[in-house]
């Protein structure tokens, strides 16, 4: 099992924004996500990334944060962020990275084997 780092979590006013972090100790990992989960509710996809050595890399987003969220890959540092623009109190959740090293779905969550630990974003009215 290898650990996922993430940072970046906190409170802010509807309509700011912020840049979750994901560090990743693992360069094997193919694709990427975030995940959130708010209080009495199940995980959800919120985006994803993947990439290949010749083809490029793919980014995709749910559409509650299609157009405010921005997934990226730094290469160099192995991390991964999600830039959380115009946040809205329904953004506020648990928001997860997660990692694998095989295919499947970038949807699904049970399709990643590699969790963070979470970090709390909360918008407030």
């Known amino acids: 099992q290898v650990p996922l780092v993430e940072s970046g979590g906190g409170l802010v006013q509807a309509g700011g924004s912020l840049r979750l972090s994901c560090a990743a100790s693992?360069?094997?990992?193919?694709?990427m996500a975030w995940f959130r989960q708010a209080p009495g509710k199940e995980r959800e996809f919120a985006a994803g990334i993947y990439w290949t050595i010749n083809w490029g890399s793919y980014t995709y987003y749910a559409d509650s944060v299609k157009g405010r969220f921005t997934i990226s890959r730094d290469n160099a540092k192995n991390t991964v962020y999600l830039q959380m623009d115009g946040l809205k109190p329904e953004d506020t959740a648990v928001y997860y990275c997660a990692a694998t090293q095989s295919y499947g779905s970038i949807y699904n969550r049970h399709d990643f084997g590699y969790w963070g630990q979470g970090t709390q974003v909360t918008v407030s009215s």
């Open positions: 693992d360069r094997t990992f193919s694709r």
